[in-house]
């Protein structure tokens, strides 16, 4: 009798200490934690907002930009003075280009770079790198001629030069221009180059730009900088 109640006494102990085990064991299991992981996105590029200009597109391009843009008066300020010119709208493409050139900033820094006494200020150039910089971020392309608005190189005429490329049939360099400071103007080049806008204001500027000391290849001696070049109408 003894034995059987000493054998029931030790049941009683291992069956308590299995379910504090049991228990002890169960409440010390960590749980499995979820992370969520945040995809980053790559980034977009931001799209350009102007297309480089070709041979292929530029013409295209200004025949849309020009019914949007009409602006036609700029302003030219130099350390002579400000120089304002009104852009003839007749010579659409050549009006849309310049106006296209000055809200892209492309004239601010560059220089009166030729200068021809008694004769013409050429504009639109520099040999800065930041300007030819500039001028790939635009693109490469030529303008045609457009010299049958019945425009003359008068006094104070604003044309545009033709490239440098050899047999280019007068296709004009579009980063350039030229204005005609001859009082008697230059009716020879009528039928070579296309005058689209004369000054309006400042012509008492190109003078004195014209009378600035040059070098024997019509470069001024001290640069005559194009500081910058704004749309006033």
Known sequence: MRFRLVAIIILLIWSCEDKQTSKKSTSTTPKDTIVE???VKPKKK???KFPILTDDNAMEFFLEYEKEHKENTVRIHTDFGNIDILLYDKTKFHRANFIYLTKRNYFD???FYRVV??????????DD?????????IGHYLLPPDTKRGYTHKRGAVSM????IENAYKLASPF??????????????DKEYTVFGEV?????VVDKINAVETDEGDWPLQNVYIRKVEIIK
């Open 129 to 137: 790198y930041n300007i030819a910089k500039r001028r790939r971020k």
């Open 117 to 126: 006494d008694n004769f013409v200020i050429q504009g639109g150039s520099s």
């Open 200 to 204: 309006i204001d400042g012509m008492d």
């Open 176 to 189: 350039q221009f030229f204005i005609i400071q001859r009082p008697s103007g230059a009716a020879y080049l």
């Open 161 to 164: 030069p033709s490239s440098e």
């Open 109 to 111: 820094g560059t220089q």
């Open 37 to 39: 992981k945040t995809k």
């Open 46 to 48: 931001p799209e350009a």
